[in-house]
């Protein structure tokens, strides 16, 4: 049975999630704060975390960005009644796999969840793929999941968030092919349609700077009307 932990302050929200959950046959833990749910979330093994942003003690962006410097990888599904962009980018960059600005659908957030139970079941790479990925001074190693560059005689790690890890996987995996940001959104978030494509682009430009072509792509292409293309030998 799959864990999730909800960190939610509103009582009545608590209660109607958890049924929602607990009717699909998740296994939930409540936290009430941010202190004690990044404490919980630390402690616990658990598949998914819920996480409000606007919580006592400690907002959700600080618990989800401690998390992640802690070394959490759990997928955070990050809760939020702003809803603007800036916040959305934000929780991205902190480290969030997915958000939902409140009020939402019940089955919207079922799919979110079974779509993010799918990606992390088949983070693995297949036994008929290569675990590596060489481009350029760059070698992908999904076995190890990092991403290292060639420094004289010694490789460096750069560290990459969860979505920026998950997303140069996938487009090393079809290599110089047309992709476009729905099926990007499809393949890498497990879902389309329910978010912007925006969140595409974000991580596609996340991804540039820490491969050091944010101002002259060379190995993320993009192709104008179509979306993006990895080109492993650049251009």
């Keep these: 049975m799959a864990r999730i932990l909800l960190i939610e302050d509103e009582p009545g929200l608590q209660l109607t999630l958890r049924d929602l959950l607990e009717n699909e046959k998740y296994d939930v833990e409540v936290r ?23 919580l006592p003690g400690k907002d959700g962006f600080q618990v989800c960005k401690s998390l992640r410097d802690r070394g959490v990888g759990t997928p955070i599904l990050m809760l939020t009644a702003r809803g603007t962009s800036i916040d959305t980018v934000m929780g991205l960059k902190l480290g969030a796999d997915d958000y939902l600005t409140k009020p939402f659908d019940s089955q919207v957030l079922l799919a979110r969840i079974e779509a993010r139970m799918r990606r992390s079941s ?7 793929s290569s675990p590596v990925t060489q481009f350029g001074l760059y070698r992908l190693d999904r076995k190890q999941g990092q991403l290292l560059i060639k420094e004289g005689a010694e490789e460096r790690e750069i560290p990459l968030n969860t979505q ?8 090393a995996d079809h290599p110089e092919k047309s992709l476009s940001r729905e099926e990007l959104l499809d393949g890498v978030w497990g879902y389309e349609g329910e978010t912007s494509t925006r969140t595409v682009d974000v991580h ?6 820490k491969l050091g072509e944010k101002e002259r792509p060379k190995h993320i ?6 979306g993006y293309k990895f080109s492993p030998h650049g251009l």
């Design 32 to 54: 009430g704060d941010g202190p004690r749910g990044e404490e919980e979330a630390s402690a616990g093994n658990y598949d998914l975390i819920l996480l409000d942003v606007m």
């Design 122 to 128: 088949s983070n693995q790479p297949s036994s008929d």
């Design 164 to 171: 920026e890890y998950r997303l140069l996987v996938y487009l």
């Design 204 to 209: 596609i430009s996340w991804l540039r700077q």
């Design 221 to 226: 292409i993009t192709q104008r009307g179509r």
